[in-house]
């Protein structure tokens, strides 16, 4: 079974400065899809940012980008700019091949005024 | 168009007890997705469907069953309900299986 691992349970970040989310995971597939999803309080899930393992250009989406490094299964996750409707939980997927989807334990992330 | 909807949004069972939580998407999606969400964890997927007529289990399945008879709704059926269910169900759906998954708002369920 795949694996995805989030090593920071919290992070905190100061408003409009710039913090990264860390996330690694464990497969032996070539093919598959890394996503990041966030939480709010209001518990409904939203998709951030998608990437496909197959390019190798990092994807981008406003303020947030992805550092994407295959060869080390890293899917790290940049906010620029930070505000204060970032606060949430954030989660790391991956899909698999089999349309199998896998969620890291998130990390929890505030943006202090 | 109201996306995807979950009924209910709270509930409390008895061990034993059986239930079905209800699923539905108005956005013509392909795919739909039944996951559990523990405290101070990630999602854990439980059973997917591919479109209508076609499911397959997931990570978690024991002790849950689905149908997908139409394309619009995914239920899940819990029988015979154990403290270990105790959780938030969320229903998802997507296009296909590599787009952008949309959420329901989630059924916070307890087994006493």
């Known amino acids: 079974a795949q694996t995805v691992t989030q090593s920071q349970p919290e992070m905190s970040v100061q408003e409009a400065e710039t913090v990264t989310l860390s996330c690694t995971y464990d497969?032996?597939?070539?093919?598959?899809?890394l996503f990041w999803y966030k939480q709010p309080p209001s518990r409904q899930m939203i998709l951030v940012i998608r990437?496909?393992?197959?390019?190798?250009q990092n994807a981008t989406e406003n303020r947030f980008s992805v550092n994407f490094q295959k060869a080390a299964k890293s899917f790290s996750l940049k906010i620029s700019d930070s505000q204060l409707g970032d606060t949430a939980m954030y989660f790391c997927?991956?899909?698999?091949?089999?349309?199998?989807?896998?969620f890291g334990t998130g990390t929890s992330l505030t943006v202090i005024p | 168009n109201a996306g995807v909807t979950q009924t209910p949004k709270f509930r409390i069972l008895k061990i034993g007890q059986s239930m079905t939580l209800q699923c539905t998407q108005d956005?013509?999606?392909?795919?739909m997705y039944w996951y559990r969400q523990d405290p101070g964890m990630g999602l854990k997927l439980i059973y997917y469907?591919?479109?209508?007529?076609?499911?397959d289990k997931g990570e978690v399945p024991n002790g849950y069953n689905v149908s997908r008879s139409t394309t619009e709704d995914f239920p899940l059926r819990l029988e015979l309900a154990a403290p270990s269910q105790t959780s938030v169900y969320f229903c998802?759906?997507?296009?296909?299986?590599?787009?952008?998954?949309?959420f329901g708002p989630g059924t916070r369920l307890t087994v006493l």
């Open positions: 998802a759906s997507s296009y296909t299986g590599a787009d952008t998954q949309y």
């Open positions: 497969t032996s597939e070539s093919n598959y899809y």
């Open positions: 990437q496909e393992a197959y390019k190798q």
């Open positions: 997927a991956f899909m698999s091949t089999g349309n199998q989807f896998y």
């Open positions: 956005m013509n999606h392909n795919y």
């Open positions: 469907s591919v479109g209508a007529g076609i499911t």
